[in-house]
């Protein structure tokens, strides 16, 4: 007798690979986080945000906790687009209330004097490895990074901004000087989810949640062409990994943004009609999302209503359910378990 030792299935791995399933495999955005009270009784133990992130048992622990909870085909690295930041020379704190704050600013004068310090990447590495021992075999890994856009534009102003005003300033008053900036956060961004997929990640997500700032040429050429860089870069070394580009706010320019960067899935945020995306998007593609969160804080008929039209919407196409943002800290954990049951229930 023959015995087939042969992994379990991952659904959302295959999903990424293009193969529809039957029931749309679904992991949510910042779905390890503040919204569950086993983390923010981790959080209170140990401390800050940065002191569990550069905590490798602790971070890997919270990247678990959803998991356990709700059972999601998905586990997203617990983490921040902000290490790379850090990584490349800048100190990086996060004031209570306030968000996170990066010191020098990157401008002109002190580019070149950030020096630097890939050894703060390693705990992240750390987190992967214990994650990977600890997952169950079927459900899908994902490490992330943020898109260059969006972390030079936390780099230029120290800290985020609604309107991403001073790095849309240097983008059109010095090219050249945004042109190195994204080149170094590109360059680091390549090795820093190589890294992430050696270590023990499934599929990468990058996120550019400000890109929806730009108008279509500079989209064009600060948000396009360095994803583009980097898929590239990774589809060469590592071409059986899946990527996911999440380019919030892009609208009408979605379809650009997937034939030009080369990406294997899109995500879309919760301002983009469904319907419209399958449509309009190349057939086949993977698509990921894109329920509002605050349509899953609502909850009830609502929440039902949005859910429904989202799995009508991309019932013939690869679809992995998802938020069109991160989940809020103020979400009911009943409305988490009542959307898992109505995705996987209405199409059992």
């Known amino acids: 007798m023959t015995l087939n030792h042969a992994p ?8 990424l690979r293009g193969t529809r399933q039957d ?4 992991w949510l955005m910042r779905q390890a986080g503040r919204y569950l009270p086993e983390y923010r009784a981790l959080r209170a133990e140990k401390g800050g945000f940065l002191d569990l992130v550069n905590d490798s048992e602790a971070a890997a622990e919270v990247t678990l906790q959803p998991l356990r909870r709700f059972g999601f085909d998905g586990s997203i690295l617990f983490s921040d687009i902000l290490v790379v930041p850090n990584a490349l020379g800048q100190d990086l704190w996060f004031e209570t209330g306030e968000g996170p704050r990066l010191a020098p600013k990157v401008n002109r004068d002190t580019i070149d004097t950030l020096v630097p310090a890939l050894e703060r990447l390693e705990p992240v590495y750390g987190t992967v490895r214990r994650v990977k021992a600890a997952l169950d075999p079927a459900v899908t890994f994902l490490g992330f ?29 010095d090219p050249e000087l945004m042109t190195a900036i994204l080149d170094r956060i590109s360059t680091l961004t390549i090795d820093y989810l190589s890294a992430q997929i050696d270590a023990g990640v499934d ?12 108008s279509p040429e500079q989209f064009e050429r600060w948000v396009i062409a360095p994803t583009k860089r980097i ?11 899946p990527i996911i580009g999440f380019p919030k706010g892009a609208g009408g320019k979605l379809v650009a943004y997937v034939e030009a960067t080369g990406i294997d899935a899109v995500g879309l945020d ?15 593609l993977p698509v990921q999302g894109n329920l509002d969160p605050l349509a899953l804080i609502a909850g009830g008929a609502t929440l039902d209503r949005a859910v429904d039209r989202i799995l009508a919407a991309f019932a013939d196409r690869p679809h992995i359910f998802n938020l069109g943002h991160g989940i809020q800290q103020d979400t009911p954990i009943a409305h988490v378990e009542h959307l898992v049951a109505r995705v996987r229930r209405s199409h059992a």
Do not use: C
């Open 145 to 173: 990074a943020g898109s260059p856009w969006t972390v030079a534009t936390y780099m230029i102003a120290g800290q985020g901004s609604r309107e991403q005003a001073e790095a849309r300033r240097m983008a059109y008053s």
């Open 231 to 241: 898929v590239q870069a990774l589809k060469e070394w590592h071409p059986d990994t």
């Open 270 to 284: 919760e301002t983009v009609d469904p319907e419209w995306a399958n449509n309009v998007l190349p057939k086949g």
């Open 203 to 214: 599929a990468v997500q990058l996120f550019d949640s400000w890109a929806g700032s730009l």
């Open 8 to 15: 379990p299935a991952k659904p959302l791995l295959e999903t």
């Open 23 to 26: 029931i749309p495999p679904l």
